[in-house]
């Protein structure tokens, strides 16, 4: 496992925007969310190495995954936020991906932060 550090939760109105933060060195790194009472869904992850990126259909268009790569942090940018957007988000590293994956999943991710509250007010 890795070290995995979240930052950049908070509470703001709807339509507004929040960018959370994730420390991690040189892993794919995936956001998941987790709402009261709900499973854990998947919201974004961004390839390591290279720069592939993917999202849920449920925040394509408004929230963008990128990576620093001077600064081993991965960001997700989130915009015209909605109320169903509150939840527990998580940061998540990959163990390992092949390169030839097309896709990622919850079970490729070992290690995991603790989690920031992101609340969205109507």
């Known amino acids: 496992q890795v070290q995995v550090v979240e930052s950049g939760g908070g509470t703001v109105q709807a339509g507004g925007s929040l960018r959370l933060s994730c420390a991690v060195f040189?892993?794919?790194v995936g956001w998941f969310c987790q709402a009261p009472g709900k499973e854990r869904d998947f919201v974004a992850a961004i390839r390591w190495p290279g720069s592939n990126t993917y999202y849920a259909n449920s925040v394509k268009g408004r929230f963008t995954i990128s990576r620093d790569n001077a600064k081993n942090t991965v960001y997700l940018q989130m915009t015209s936020q909605k109320p169903e957007d509150t939840a527990v988000y998580c940061c998540?590293?990959?163990?390992?991906?092949?390169?030839?994956?097309?896709?990622?999943?919850?079970?490729?991710?070992?290690?995991w932060g603790q989690g920031t509250q992101v609340t969205i007010s109507s």
């Open positions: 040189e892993r794919t």
């Open positions: 998540a590293a990959a163990d390992y991906i092949p390169p030839e994956a097309t896709t990622v999943g919850i079970h490729d991710f070992g290690s």
